[in-house]
């Protein structure tokens, strides 16, 4: 996918018109259109053709965000149908609930089956952390396909799946099991060189909580953040935005290393910068939008 990366991803229930219609103009760099965990058993069906219609309708749009769809995960037998609805006008595909990088390369033989051509025509996003199996098989994301473009994390299934009573200590902090997860999850996302999205903040109404947790999730690597709720957004862009000192940090190391062709190492302001500094820098710049 072209341009730089969502820093925002918006969940909307696929079965709900008046969602989807408002969540266009949220502000949300990219929209997941759910036909999994929002949508009940009995309206799959309608689900599927309401996301088919709004993305027939709102794909040639100019000025737009990214439309993906969140699919049904492979072992309820409903993905391909899913898929058949929903492609090839989809941007991208989250699969839900994968257990290895077995899974990601067989969503990807389903989507060249529903109409996907090249690795740049449609992208894969995973939640990596929805089962036990997933944690003890991370590694085996890296490499997993061309089409994979991005992890991310979910505590609600983990903590269905291992029995937790709750993620979150009396602070609000991350137990164990679901820190192991947001941090696996992020590691394996840059071994494999694709992006690193940190799970959603639930309770839509608090806005320091959730700013907080962007602002943690920015500084620790993650570049993007999924929200519920468009009052999410604006807070969540914001975080994922280079600062202007970051900016002009890594425009005066880019022009460094342009200044002196075929250096490995130069000197900005006192300060010795090498290889690791200017591909930060040039991550940096390529987040401006
Ligand atoms: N996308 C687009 N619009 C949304 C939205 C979303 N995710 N969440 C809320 N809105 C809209 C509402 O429709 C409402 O608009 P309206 O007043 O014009 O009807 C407005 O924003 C304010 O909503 P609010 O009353 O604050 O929330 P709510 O009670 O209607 O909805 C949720 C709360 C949690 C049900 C809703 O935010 C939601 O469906 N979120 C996504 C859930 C999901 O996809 N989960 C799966 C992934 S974890
Ligand atoms: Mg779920």
């Not at 018109?17 to 266009?24: E, H, T």
């Not at 072992?75 to 929903?86: F, I, N, Q, S």
């Not at 389903?110 to 990596?128: K, L, T």
Request: proline content about 5%.
């Amino acid at each position: 996918m072209d341009g730089p990366s969502p820093r925002s991803y918006l969940f909307v229930p696929a079965i709900d018109g008046r969602k989807l219609d408002k969540a266009l103009d949220s502000g949300a760099d990219c929209l997941l259109i759910d036909l999994e965990d929002s949508v009940a058993a009995g309206a799959k069906a309608e689900a599927r053709e309401t996301a088919r219609q709004f993305l027939a309708a709102h794909v040639g749009d100019g000025e737009r965000p990214r439309l993906y769809v969140r699919v049904n995960d492979l072992g309820t037998g409903l993905t391909a149908d899913d898929l058949a609805a929903v492609l090839p006008l989809a941007e991208g595909i989250m699969l839900p609930k994968a257990n290895s990088g077995a899974d990601v390369q067989t969503l990807a033989s389903m989507i060249e089956a529903a109409g996907g051509r090249d690795a740049d025509d449609i992208g894969i996003i995973a939640i990596a952390t929805e089962t036990p199996l997933a944690l003890l098989q991370m590694s085996s994301f890296v490499d997993a396909h061309p089409r994979l473009e991005g992890l991310t994390w979910g505590a609600e299934d983990l903590g269905t799946a291992i029995g937790a009573s709750s993620a979150r200590d009396a602070s609000g902090a991350f137990t164990g099991p679901f820190a192991l997860a947001r941090n696996l999850a992020l590691i394996a996302a840059h071994a494999a060189g694709v992006q690193a999205i940190d799970s959603i903040y639930a309770d839509f109404r608090d806005e320091a909580g959730l700013a907080r947790e962007a602002a943690d999730a920015a500084r620790d690597g993650f570049s993007a953040k999924m929200a519920i709720h468009p009052g999410q957004i604006a807070a969540i862009n914001a975080a994922f935005a280079p600062s202007p000192e970051a900016i002009a940090e890594a425009s005066a190391i880019v022009a460094a290393f342009d200044a002196n062709p075929g250096a490995g190492v130069v000197g900005l302001d006192g300060r010795m910068v090498d290889r690791p500094h200017l591909l930060r820098a040039q991550k940096v710049l390529a987040r401006l939008r």
